[in-house]
């Protein structure tokens, strides 16, 4: 296990518009991911958060899929976010995580966002899943993820948690203060991406994106209201350090979720 460096893409996107919103992430990643292994893109990259499932939804292996593994290949990086996606005859809010050969592993998003009435558009997910990339366990979870604590619990196996979100400026607060609770609590890094802008609904999204190390220390916190890109190098021995001098994992209380397979 060697250094992650992990770049954050921090957007203000255009609306259910897949290729503008493309063309600005990559004019962001060539402007601030030289270098860097792995860039988060945020919840349904693509589009925005969209309840809108019958036209914004794409097939597995539909055209941002494709992009997706493009960007990988062509940089050289992997690069995770979600997106609408229909399977069958239903939906799922996505996230995946491409890598720098065009492989893909998904999660879909076990928590939807009742207030917004996303479980009555999309289908919830059921598997928790970790990818490993470049020695490092990767939790993938998305937006409203964040606040059920129990789903996200690390039972040593994984080291960094990532949180794709669309995640609206009223309620940013609760946001900080969750990512930094997740790492606390898992003595993990935690990444969160969120966007800025307003959207077609009229909801104003802060950003607030944010790089945190397992003690809860914020190690990237830009200025809210801002899109940007930025990279920053997690050190794997600090973690392993601070790990084997505070194993506090090893007395957490055992228990089963339900419905996952």
């Avoid at 990086?77 to 996505?94: E, F, M, P, W």
């Avoid at 020695?135 to 994984?158: E, M, T």
Wanted: hydrophobic letters at 40%; glycine letters at 6%; charged letters at 25%.
């Amino acid at each position: 296990m060697q250094d992650l460096k992990i770049t954050l893409v921090q957007p203000d996107m255009q609306w259910q518009n897949p290729a503008e919103n493309c063309a600005m992430y990559e004019r962001l990643m060539d402007q601030g991911a030289a270098g860097t292994d792995l860039v988060l893109l945020p919840e349904m990259f693509s589009t925005g958060f969209t309840m809108d499932s019958r036209l914004a939804a794409e097939p597995m292996g539909g055209e941002t899929c494709q992009w997706l593994q493009q960007q990988a290949m062509q940089r050289g990086v992997a690069i995770a976010g979600s997106l609408a996606i229909k399977v069958d005859d239903s939906y799922v809010n996505r996230m995946i995580f491409t890598f720098p050969d065009g492989e893909q592993v998904y999660y879909d998003k076990r928590h939807l966002f009742r207030m917004a009435g996303e479980h009555e558009r999309y289908q919830p997910g059921e598997k928790r899943v970790v990818v490993e990339y470049r020695g490092w366990r990767i939790l993938l979870q998305v937006c409203y993820d964040l606040r059920f604590p129990v789903f996200s619990r690390n039972n040593n196996d994984y080291d960094l948690a990532l949180y794709v979100a669309n995640w609206p400026a009223p309620r940013r607060q609760p946001w900080r203060k969750l990512l930094q609770a997740r790492a606390i609590e898992n003595l993990c890094y935690v990444a969160g991406v969120n966007r800025v802008g307003t959207d077609a609904n009229g909801y104003q999204y802060s950003g607030d994106s944010m790089l945190v190390d397992f003690k809860g220390e914020r190690l990237m916190d830009h200025a809210p209201d801002l899109p940007f890109c930025d990279t920053m190098t997690l050190s794997a021995e600090a973690l392993k350090s601070f790990n084997q001098a505070f194993p506090a994992w090893m007395d957490a209380d055992s228990f089963v979720i339900a419905n996952e397979e």
